[in-house]
Every structure is written in structure tokens, then in C-alpha cells.
């Protein structure tokens, strides 16, 4: 069993910069593939970002150039760092974490690959 808690959601302006931390609570879990997922109230949960381990990482179209996903192995924490924030970016953010080390592709965009889920982050750009 594996908890994931989510911390550095808040408030940002147009432009501005934040960095979502995910903290992963068993060590067995730090080399699965791991993703960053947003939620609008009323619409389904997307993707924003998925990393396996460093050696491949995967971002929505919406984010390219603009969000960077990293994980401190270290530490079992997974980041994703917000830069040049839109109000189209705002959303509660979620970390979730597969079962699989391996993301294989396109299939990591989708909400079933992951099995565990944090209780969500709110982002709120203004």
C-alpha cells in the first residue's frame, strides 16, 4: 500500500510560478511510473504530465515548454514545477502512481493506468 500527499497548491497570478510536491510513503513505489492529473469541476480528469523515472516524461500540449515534471528519488518525492501560469491552468492537481515502472506511452494519459491517487492540490490562477 502506498500513500501519496500533495503540497504547494494555491494562489498565483497570470505569468507567475508555483512547484506541486507529491510525497510517496512507501519506497517500493519510487521507480513507478508516476503522473501529474488536473480536474475542473464538471469536466474529466487530464493529464498533465507523466515520468518514468527520469528516462522518459510525457506533457499535454497545453503545458509543453511551460511545466517540468521531476521526482527526487531520494526523497520519494515527485514535483511539478508550474511556470508562466495560465488562467486555463487553474485546477485541483492530483499525483497518481502506477503499479507498472514502465508508462508505456500513450497509455499513462489515461486516469485507469494509475492505481493510487493524493487527495488533490488546488491551483488557482488569476
Known amino acids: 500500500h502506498v500513500q501519496l500527499v500533495e503540497s504547494g497548491g494555491g494562489s498565483v497570478q497570470a505569468g507567475g510560478s508555483l512547484r506541486l510536491s507529491c510525497t510517496v510513503s512507501n519506497e517500493r513505489y519510487k521507480n513507478r511510473c508516476m503522473g501529474w492529473f488536473r480536474q475542473v469541476s464538471g469536466k474529466e480528469r487530464e493529464a498533465v504530465a507523466v515520468?518514468?523515472?527520469?528516462?522518459?516524461?510525457n506533457y499535454a500540449d497545453s503545458v509543453k515548454g511551460r511545466f517540468t515534471i521531476s521526482r527526487d528519488l531520494s526523497k520519494n518525492i515527485l514535483y511539478l514545477e508550474m511556470n508562466n501560469s495560465q488562467r486555463e491552468d487553474s485546477a485541483t492537481y492530483y499525483c497518481?502512481?502506477?503499479?507498472?515502472?514502465?508508462?508505456?506511452?500513450?497509455?499513462?494519459?489515461?486516469?485507469?493506468?494509475?492505481?493510487?491517487w493524493g487527495q488533490g492540490t488546488q491551483v488557482t490562477v488569476s
Open positions: 515520468d518514468e523515472s527520469g528516462t522518459w516524461t
Open positions: 497518481a502512481v502506477s503499479t507498472s515502472d514502465g508508462c508505456y506511452g500513450s497509455s499513462s494519459s489515461r486516469p485507469e493506468f494509475f492505481r493510487y
